[in-house]
């Protein structure tokens, strides 16, 4: 395709966030929208109302047939994305999908294996890859300024929204593990998570969980990701040599904050015992960099817009999202074991 020319775009769903992709499509000159599709005829009748002269579709295929689409946007129930993926592909359209890219390892590889022999666009909406302030950390990490990273960890809470076809880990987690592999520039070879249900008790849906990934260069990441919280929080602490970060995405007056502390330990003489440790710890001033948070949703349609115009990959492709789906599928099996160290499984690739 031509980078002038917009791309024919389908949205699959509009539900709970169905409705923000929608509204990027909209936006964006790059897109061209020729169509909604979803069963429920009150979703279709609230979309023409907000959208007036968006053509709507009861049913998918006969959606991909009559509307010219080269491309299709999915935001349907995860337990549904590889075959709706498989639809799209095989109708010859470019597929972007919201996180997960599927529920197991398996059906992730084959859809990307799909896309890839189809010569299409796959991507995955791993949405805070596609934020300014995470590309700031990413910054500012690499370049060494905080020091040798030890680790970080983060608490996605909120007070619902409860469902029932997908868990709290798979829910939220998409996030933070996308985050600190982007981060380290690496994946965890090893997780540990203990899932916990409160409210709906006998669902076997975990509502509370908190996990644990290990890298092979000894850092290690932790997450509290809860929907039975008091205070709505996103929120990552990175721990470094020489300097602490805090990332908030709630925070608009205060979305980094650098703190200049560290501690190490000293000795006078060659250890041999704990009372012969010292620690010196250092505390200097707290630094809170002027940068306004940019619309990242925007920036994630408009990059999967222009890959389709141009044939780049996409940041979060298939293969990136394989290795997500790895450390999520190993935390649901530590979390059957009862918080057990699972080793992470990636196929061979």
């Known amino acids: 395709m031509s980078d002038a020319s917009p791309v024919k775009v389908l949205m699959l769903g509009f539900g709970y966030w169905g409705r923000n992709l929608l509204r990027n499509l909209d936006a964006s000159p790059r897109c061209d929208l020729v169509g909604l599709c979803d069963g429920r005829e009150a979703a279709r009748s609230e979309a ?9 579709y009861a049913d998918y295929e006969d959606a991909l047939a009559k509307s010219g689409a080269q491309a299709v946007v999915i935001a349907t ?21 919201e996180k997960p890219l ?16 189809g010569g299409l666009t ?9 934020n300014n302030l995470v ?30 076809d997908s868990d709290v880990l798979w829910t939220l987690a998409p996030h933070d593990v996308s985050i600190v592999n982007y981060w380290f520039s690496s994946r965890p070879v090893q997780v540990r998570a203990q899932g916990h249900t409160y409210v709906h008790k006998g669902s076997g849906v975990a509502e509370v969980c908190y996990t644990s990934m290990d890298f092979d260069d000894g850092r290690n990441a932790h997450f509290h990701l809860s929907w039975l919280d008091p205070q709505k929080r996103r929120d990552m602490v990175v721990v470094g040599s020489k300097k602490m970060l805090v990332y908030d995405d709630m925070n608009s007056d205060q979305h980094i904050s650098l ?6 330990a000293e000795h006078q ?19 809170v960099p002027n940068i306004k948070l940019k619309e990242p949703l925007a920036a994630e349609i408009d990059h999967f817009l222009k890959s389709v115009q141009t044939g780049q990959t996409p940041l979060t492709d298939g293969e990136h999202a394989i290795d997500v789906t790895a450390v999520l599928e190993a935390m649901t099996k530590s979390m059957q074991a009862g918080g057990a160290t699972v080793a992470v499984e990636y196929p061979a690739r």
């Open 102 to 117: 599927a529920e197991t390892v398996e059906d992730a590889v084959a859809v990307t294996d799909m896309a890839r022999n």
């Open 135 to 164: 590309h700031d950390v990413k910054a500012r990490i690499d370049s060494g300024e905080l020091g040798e990273v030890f680790c970080t960890y983060s608490q996605r809470l909120n007070l619902g929204r409860f469902r029932q």
């Open 48 to 56: 023409a109302a907000k959208y007036p002269g968006l053509k709507t």
């Open 122 to 130: 796959l991507m995955v909406g791993h949405t805070f890859l596609y």
């Open 269 to 287: 003489s060659e250890l041999t015992s704990f009372a012969d440790h010292t620690t010196r710890l250092r505390a200097g001033d707290l630094v």
């Open 259 to 264: 703190y200049d502390k560290s501690a190490e």
């Open 77 to 97: 129930p995860s337990g549904m994305h590889p075959d709706h993926i498989r639809t799209a592909l095989s109708a010859g359209c470019h597929v972007f999908v």
